[in-house]
């Protein structure tokens, strides 16, 4: 399964990993956004034909009334339905908080930066991942490292909170979306902004301030 919103790409990668000849007989399946990739998932855990391998862009179109706002969610939907299924997660942003929560919540098989990497290295990168050899490229792996080590006390549901907040998801409907009880979420909130700020803001004050440390 390939998805991302520009079919041009989508294109690219079938012909880079066609060109091995171990997967020259490759069955795929294309979407360019949330709501393409649910039905095709959906369809193929009818049909009980699981997807052996996706390939998902973190940057694609929402499908909010299953709650899928990214490639993330996407492909948390997928490891949940299909479980054995080798998820590699391709993207152009290079905001930490963004990628740390790719990395928490779908722990990826692959996770490249398409920055880091060329029409001749994709396919032997691909060909390691599915022989079983995690691979993570270079600026995703500096990234989820730098932000590892930072001193901010912060865990997964904290990145979900901003990054649902940044997508316009008011405080009061972040239960559906997350884990967690509302009291909770408002706490954790607090904690954030006590952290940044060290004094009370809005959300909006919160979520900019965010993008400016390119945290989201």
Not at 11 to 17: K, S, W
Not at 37 to 43: G, N, P, T, V, Y
Request: hydrophobic residues 40%; aromatic residues 10%.
């Amino acid at each position: 399964m390939v998805i991302d919103d520009h079919p041009i790409n989508s294109d690219a990668y079938i012909n880079l990993i066609k060109s091995r000849d171990e997967f020259n007989e490759t069955i795929f399946h294309k979407a360019t956004d949330c709501c393409t990739a649910f039905k095709l998932i959906k369809q193929a855990e009818i049909t009980e034909n699981p997807f052996d391998v996706a390939l998902i862009d973190i940057s694609i179109p929402e499908y909010r009334e299953e709650k899928l706002l990214s490639g993330t969610d996407v492909a948390i939907l997928i490891r949940n339905t299909f479980p054995d299924c080798i998820i590699i997660m391709l993207t152009m942003h290079n905001e930490s908080l963004v990628l740390f929560n790719a990395y928490k919540q779908v722990n990826p098989e692959g996770f490249i930066s398409k920055n880091d990497i060329d029409f001749e290295m994709f396919p032997e990168i691909f060909d390691k991942i599915v022989n079983v050899e995690n691979y993570f490229s270079t600026s995703i792996n500096n990234a989820i490292q730098q932000l590892l080590k930072n001193a901010l006390s912060w865990d997964e549901f904290d990145t979900q909170i901003l990054l649902f907040l940044e997508k316009g998801i008011q405080t009061k409907d972040l239960p559906e979306y997350i884990n967690l009880s509302l009291s909770t979420i408002e706490k954790r909130k607090a904690a954030i902004k006590t952290q940044i700020f060290n004094k009370k803001v809005t959300d909006k004050e919160l979520i900019a301030k965010c993008k400016l440390l390119n945290f989201i």
